[in-house]
């Protein structure tokens, strides 16, 4: 039976459950928008552009969970806490319709977890569809099968993301984090250790983050800046999960807890740009005149200064250049931004089969300019594992199956061709 998606019943209308509904009431879908109040829903609903909220009916899960019958995608984007999904799946699940589709949008609960002990009919029927926030401006759409969905719900879910909602469909596993926030979360996490050397060495915040911005071909918030954007409660949350659902011997787990100051951060709710007037590792003053004034926390006494310009004398404009430079700039590049690539050469096949997907998942979910396997490829494998080797690191398995290979990149024929796990080029498949 093929399944197709035409209306779409989104449950808790937070961040996220808002932008789902709104991409797909901009995609001409019937939409129902349930949260656990009046209010919460009305909120929700503001999110939706006017001219398609005809096509919306709201309502409450209490008062109106039995209207989901009518939907064909039942979109679960309620807290990101396990029991609270369960029983709302519990309760969903006689209501809904034969041959709708179920998905949870958790950022990094697994399927497996979700789902136990269901019965066969919703293991059959569900997935994750892991968008990202806001979802009307970031392309990236994981969607992680379970252990018994079958292929026309994945075709279903695929084929309604890409082609109605315009999104970058990347296959993923059911993995802690799924494929993007394995390895952007570790870039963030592994950088905030790793570059408190740098700052006792002198480097300022603006350097760290400015290093790690263009130079490597990352958005301009590099570390620290992007890490305000998400919010470090976030960040502290991503860490606790990882604590529990990493492999034993990942790399990982020696950053699941944020640095002592950041703690101290946490505690005092300096979050980020959520936080207002607290701030994060940076804030926007308003003086008296009406004009804005700047400030860095800096780490390295734990006190509030004016913001400086970072120090990007030395560091090469080249994409990825620095990396190789003798310099503390081209140290801190290798080893956070460096050691972010080494990671994600070292997760195929554990997150993805390919390198097609984890490049897409990082370009569409983080902005970088070239994915980890393209910006490898950039900057030469050869050169890369000659490093690792004379520093007397381990070579991530997907460079040693380049090596093997006797093979100089990953992609081939214009990029059109990657290389996969068996050593050989593969057609690159479409994106969508
Ligand atoms: N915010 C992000 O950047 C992001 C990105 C990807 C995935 N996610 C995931 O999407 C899901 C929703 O996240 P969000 O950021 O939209 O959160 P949110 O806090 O903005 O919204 C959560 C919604 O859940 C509802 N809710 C609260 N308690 C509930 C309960 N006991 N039972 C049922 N509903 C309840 C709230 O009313 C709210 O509308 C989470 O699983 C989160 O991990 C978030």
């Not at 379970?146 to 296959?171: R, Y």
């Not at 997760?347 to 902005?367: M, Q, T, Y």
């Not at 490829?377 to 050169?383: Q, T």
């Not at 381990?394 to 093979?407: G, K, S, Y």
Request: hydrophobic share 40%; net charge negative.
């Amino acid at each position: 039976m093929s399944r197709s998606i035409e209306s779409v019943a989104v449950l808790g209308c937070g961040t996220m459950g808002s932008g789902i509904a709104a991409a797909s009431a901009a995609a001409g879908c019937k939409v129902l928008m349930l949260d656990i109040s009046t209010e919460a829903v009305e909120r929700g609903l503001a999110a939706v552009a006017e001219d398609h909220r005809n096509l919306v009916e709201t309502g409450t899960f209490d008062a109106d969970l039995a209207k989901i019958a009518d939907y064909d995608w039942i979109c679960e984007a309620i807290v990101e806490d396990l029991p609270t999904k369960r029983e709302l799946f519990e309760r969903v699940e006689p209501l809904r319709k034969d041959g709708s589709v179920i998905s949870s949008n958790t950022s990094g609960i697994p399927l497996s977890d979700i789902t136990e002990g269901f019965p066969d009919r919703l293991r059959n029927d569900v997935a994750i569809t892991h968008f990202f926030n806001p979802v009307q401006v970031m392309k990236l759409f994981e969607l992680v099968p379970g252990e018994d969905t079958t292929a026309e719900v994945i075709e279903a879910f695929s084929s309604f993301g890409a082609n109605q909602l315009g999104k970058g469909v990347v296959n993923a596993k059911d993995t802690v984090n799924f494929i993007g926030n394995r390895i952007g979360c570790f870039f963030m996490l592994s950088g905030l250790h790793l570059a408190k050397s740098f700052l006792i060495n002198g480097m300022s915040q603006e350097t760290i983050d400015g290093v790690l911005g263009k130079p490597v071909g990352l958005p301009p918030t590099g570390l620290y800046g992007l890490i305000d954007l998400i919010g470090l409660d976030v960040m502290d949350l991503v860490g606790k999960n990882l604590e529990v659902n990493l492999p034993a011997d990942d790399i990982g787990r020696a950053y699941t807890e944020l640095p002592q100051i950041e703690q101290g951060m946490l505690g005092r709710g300096q979050l980020g740009r959520k936080a207002r007037a607290l701030g994060g590792f940076g804030k926007v003053e308003k003086l008296e005149d009406g004009s804005k004034k700047k400030l860095t926390f800096d780490l390295r006494n734990a006190e509030w200064r004016d913001a400086e310009p970072a120090d990007l004398e030395g560091v090469p404009a080249d994409l990825g250049a620095v990396i190789f430079e003798d310099s503390l700039a081209g140290e801190l590049a290798w080893q956070i931004f460096g050691g972010t690539l080494r990671y994600a050469a070292d997760l195929v096949p554990e997150i993805s089969d390919d390198v097609v997907n984890i490049d897409r998942a990082i370009k569409w979910g983080f902005n970088w300019a070239l994915g980890p396997f393209e910006m490898l490829d950039h900057l030469g494998p050869a050169r890369v594992i000659e490093r690792i080797e004379a520093e007397g690191g381990d070579v991530p398995a997907m460079l040693q199956v380049l090596r093997d290979a006797e093979a100089s990149s990953f992609y081939s024929a214009d990029g059109s061709q990657y290389l996969g796990l068996d050593g050989a080029y593969h057609d690159v498949p479409a994106e969508g």
